[in-house]
């Protein structure tokens, strides 16, 4: 009993900073004294010791040498509890106290102090609050940090020992808050409206001002948090705020929907205007959602100073020439919630996609793209006079592997004077583009030869000035016929078209002439095009036709024809040309001169005939025709056949058989009489059936 009186009191002088010097002999003018301890942070001075988990804590010690006389050399050490898990219970204490604790030497852990007489030691050390040395006090029931000084040593010449023993007490406090975040449905689509609660408790020992809360999705809620909060907004030690309900409505592109918000609040009042401690804890909360795949691709034309969709016609820039080449945006985005692989980009016009604007670098594909990324490539196209669209289409493959796609037009108008130059050539029947040898081929009765010119205005802007140039005609005409003489310049308004023609004298062999068209649009350079037309004038020809009794018997035998019978030949002589002959002669091989004809027009025709007697055997005969234009002959051959034969001589009864006559016939006889008598005996026998 008595000893357990005894600890309660040492611990009692402890807590309440008593110097307990121990029982040793001392010199009547030796003497140790340690009444000067303070303790402040690390920082600066603390005027109250009251400190949080954490915090440095600074002590400044100062032990006195009170002989008048002797030196005192001392080792000084400071002793701090040790983790309370480790420590001896004290006896009639119900907690467990710092008394076995660890021992920090100063200034040094094995260096002794001298202090002369009637001086003093100064020093300071540090240390950090650590959750392990804090105890609760057994009689004010809160939590303190206890260190104790130490001073022992000797002094003078007998090394009388001395010792000196003083505790500091300083009160620990552990500020905490806790927030509980909860969501209702846990389980949502995109479209629905889900409900997040909060509440707030002070889990620490101090109350809490000051308080704020953020949320990551939901942005800044302190302001909703103060209805919830006691009125003076400070949350007592244990105290849990209202419960405080905000709404949010699912969005594309919210898989997954795991949010998290942070509560924070002060710990003041402790040391006024000097410390004040912020806590703070985070909690988060999960949607399920279900899978929303979708991509979504915006196309736009650059017109010079902005970037313009022009999903329709009507909404197109007008772009003149100096766009060429004309930029195109590409903005490929996730809008769904689930990633998507693959995503590639294809364009109706487009083949080369650019990361830049000023299409530098090339651009990969296939990418990949997170919920609500994007990505914005650029492509180009030469300028082209009109309208203009090309469609762009993106596609995109989620996590069911179920490719999805999405398309985009984009349309612009090139705007800007242009002509344009058709000329053709009349072969009789057609009129023909003819634009490259050898075109269409021509006889002398297309003489003269007509062409023809069409002019268009296939631009945006009246042309004025309009003329028109050939390098082989001079003169245009309004008509086929040539007989209204056309007049230049002429004006042509937008897509309006003018046709003109012009006549050349027919010419033998290749011909080749071009024609060119100006016009001459308002503020702007002359625009002009041209056109070839080729036409091929066929030279003298003449066609040589045999036959044989009517037969075109190039090869033999050709007709079989009885010997001495008659044989008739005709010749046909055609002009195959494309100019008029003269003089032309036909003879045959085998029986001459046939005839002579004195003139055949283009593509006219002539027969002319011979007759011979059959002869035996194989016979063939050669046709020659050979005609005339100015001194250019023409000619052409064809062969004929024909096989003469003898006539057989056709032979019956005994002329054929010169044995008995009767012995051939006998067969024929006695089959005749078989036929009659058979037949006598099947009408008699049908009679007797009716009978």
């Given amino acids: 009993m008595k000893k357990r ?6 611990v009692l002088a402890l807590v309440f900073g008593m110097a307990l010097p121990m029982a040793t002999p001392i010199m009547a003018d030796a003497g140790i004294g340690g009444s000067h301890i303070t303790v402040q942070t690390a920082e600066e001075p603390h005027p109250v010791d009251v400190y949080i988990i954490g915090q440095t804590v600074r002590y400044s010690l100062r032990v006195d ?6 030196d005192m050399t001392v080792r000084i050490r400071d002793r701090i509890p040790m983790d309370p898990a480790s420590l001896a219970e004290i006896p009639g204490v119900t907690t467990t106290y710092w008394w076995h604790a660890t021992d920090v030497w100063l200034p040094t852990e094995s260096d002794p102090v001298t202090i002369p007489p009637n001086a003093s030691w100064h020093g300071t050390f540090e240390y950090e609050i650590k959750r392990d040395g804090v105890l609760i006090h057994p009689l004010v029931d809160y939590n303190v940090w206890m260190n104790q000084l130490v001073a022992s040593g000797t002094q003078g010449p007998n090394e009388n ?9 300083v009160r620990v406090i552990e500020p905490a808050i806790e927030l509980e975040k909860t969501v209702h449905p846990a389980q949502a689509e995109v479209g629905d409206t889900v409900t997040y609660t909060f509440t707030i408790t002070n889990t620490g020992d101090w ?22 909060l006691p009125v003076d907004g400070v949350l007592a030690p244990g105290a849990s705020s209202t419960p405080l309900d905000i709404t949010y409505t699912i969005q594309a592109g919210d898989l997954p929907l795991v949010n998290e918000a942070t509560v924070t609040g002060t710990a003041e009042d402790f040391a006024p205007a000097i410390q004040v401690a912020v806590v703070s804890h985070s909690d988060d909360a999960e949607v399920i959602l279900e899978a929303d795949e979708s991509i979504h691709l915006e196309k736009a034309v650059w017109d010079g100073e902005d970037w313009l969709p022009a999903d329709t016609p009507e909404t197109g820039p007008e772009l003149t020439s100096d766009h060429d080449p004309v930029v195109f945006r590409f903005v490929i985005t996730n809008d769904g919630n689930v990633p998507l692989t693959s995503v590639t980009l ?19 594909f296939p990418i990949a793209l997170s919920p609500l990324e994007s990505e914005t490539v650029y492509g180009r196209l030469p300028w082209s006079l009109g309208e203009h669209s090309n469609t762009a289409t993106a596609t995109g493959t989620p996590p069911d592997e179920a490719v999805i796609s999405a398309s985009n037009d984009c349309h612009y108008v090139g705007v800007g004077p242009s002509i344009s130059l058709q000329k053709d050539v009349w072969d009789g029947a057609t009129w023909q583009d003819a634009d490259t040898p050898i075109g269409p081929e021509l006889t002398s009765l297309q003489d003269p030869v007509v062409f023809r010119f069409v002019i268009t205005n296939d631009g945006n802007i009246e042309l004025t000035g309009v003329e028109l140039e050939d390098s082989e005609i001079g003169v245009f005409y309004t008509n086929f016929e040539g007989t209204t003489q056309a007049s230049f310049p002429v004006s042509l308004a937008e897509n309006q078209s003018r046709t003109f023609f012009g006549e050349l004298p027919w010419a033998q062999g290749q011909h080749s002439n071009n024609a060119t068209a100006t016009g001459t649009p308002d503020g702007l350079p002359v625009v002009d095009a041209e056109d070839w037309c080729h036409y091929f004038g066929l030279g003298p020809a003449i066609d040589i036709q045999k036959r044989t009794n009517g037969v075109d018997a190039d090869g033999p035998p050709g007709p079989s024809i009885t010997i001495g019978a008659t044989v008739t030949w005709t010749y046909i002589v055609t002009n195959t040309g494309g100019v008029p002959l003269t003089d032309i002669v036909v003879t045959d091989d085998q029986e001459g001169l046939i005839g002579n004809i004195a003139l055949l027009a283009v593509g006219e025709s002539q027969t002319l005939t011979a007759t011979g007697t059959a002869e035996e055997g194989q016979y063939a005969n050669i ?16 062969p004929s056949h024909y096989f003469g034969r003898t006539v057989p001589k056709i032979v019956v009864g005994w002329e054929a058989y010169p044995i008995n006559g009767a012995a ?20 008699m026998r049908r009679r007797r059936a009716t009978h």
Avoid: R
């Fill in 207 to 228: 109350p809490l001002e000051n308080i704020t809360l953020e949320d990551d999705k939901l942005g800044g809620l302190t302001d909703d948090l103060a209805a919830h």
């Fill in 346 to 364: 294809s364009d109706t016009h487009i083949s080369d996609f650019y990361t830049d604007e000023g299409l530098t670098t090339l651009a990969t």
């Fill in 623 to 638: 046709g020659y025709v050979v005609g005339d234009h100015n001194g250019d002959q023409v000619s052409d051959e064809d």
């Fill in 664 to 683: 051939v016939l006998a067969p024929w006889i006695a089959l005749f009489a078989a036929l009659i008598v058979g037949t006598i005996l099947l009408v």
């Fill in 65 to 70: 040498n009170l002989s008048s006389a002797e």
């Fill in 161 to 169: 020992i001395v010792n000196y023993v003083q505790a500091k007490t």
């Fill in 5 to 10: 009186v005894l600890y309660s009191i040492m």
